[in-house]
């Protein structure tokens, strides 16, 4: 056998040696991307689609929403503007859908899925917001007082007071945050403190009105 034929076998048992050690990582790259099951995020329907069409289609649908648009705070007649870049409001689509893959698998076929996009913040953040508006809408009561002179007696009625409901807010804000169908303007209502000493108990606290 010639030294030529040698050479050429070897160089075909080398070739066909390289071919299969190749096919597994080949076959492995053209394995289709994991398709999401019937699964909403916030209401959208990504079901059916590869996790990089979903990301496409849940960043499309609410990068404007999340990130763009602040969250207003109106109380007491003031205005508050929570912005997103303050509070460091991330909003990742690709975790977004993600996120929907792994419930749809997690979940029973027949039953609705639904999840919300994956966003962070910088809650200490918030929770300075809340409390400086807590602060800026109370309204401490004042109980009625009377002041006894040579010659009046001038009473002073009570006032009620304004109090937030600061918990109540941070959980306003959280789903604002987090959720794209949740309003953006939020209005919270106060609770009326009464004062602790109305006019009709001057009588009992000083003898002489």
């Known amino acids: 056998m010639t ?11 080398l070739s066909f040696l390289s071919t ?8 492995s790259a053209q394995q ?8 909403t995020v916030a209401g959208l329907d990504v079901g059916g689609q590869t ?6 289609t849940i960043d499309r649908a609410y990068r404007h929403q999340l990130v763009t648009r602040n969250v207003s705070v109106r109380v007491g007649g003031r205005a508050y503007s929570l912005k997103t870049k303050k509070v460091a409001l991330a ?4 975790k977004s859908a993600r996120r929907a893959y792994i419930a749809g698998n997690d979940t ?29 809408a109370r309204v401490a009561a004042r109980d009625a007082t009377v002041r006894i002179t040579l ?21 306003a804000l959280a789903l604002a945050l987090a959720d794209p169908r949740a309003p953006r303007q939020i209005r ?9 000493v109305q006019m009709k108990d001057l009588a009992s606290r000083y003898g002489t009105v």
Do not use: C, N
Not at 20 to 27: D, I, K, Y
Not at 51 to 56: F, R
């Open 3 to 13: 030294a030529t034929l040698l050479r050429m076998r070897r160089l075909i048992a």
């Open 20 to 27: 299969m050690l190749l096919a597994p990582s080949t076959a």
């Open 32 to 39: 289709p991307e994991p398709v999401i099951r019937p699964v």
């Open 51 to 56: 996790l990089s069409q979903a990301a496409g």
């Open 91 to 94: 909003f990742d689509a690709a």
């Open 108 to 136: 029973a076929a027949p039953d609705p899925v639904d999840v919300l996009p994956y966003v962070t913040y910088d809650k200490k953040k918030v929770a300075a917001f809340v409390a400086r508006v807590d602060r800026s």
């Open 151 to 171: 010659q009046h007696m001038l009473k002073r009625p009570s006032r009620s007071g304004r109090e937030l409901d600061d918990k109540g807010l941070a959980r």
């Open 188 to 196: 919270p209502k106060r609770a009326v403190v009464k004062a602790k």
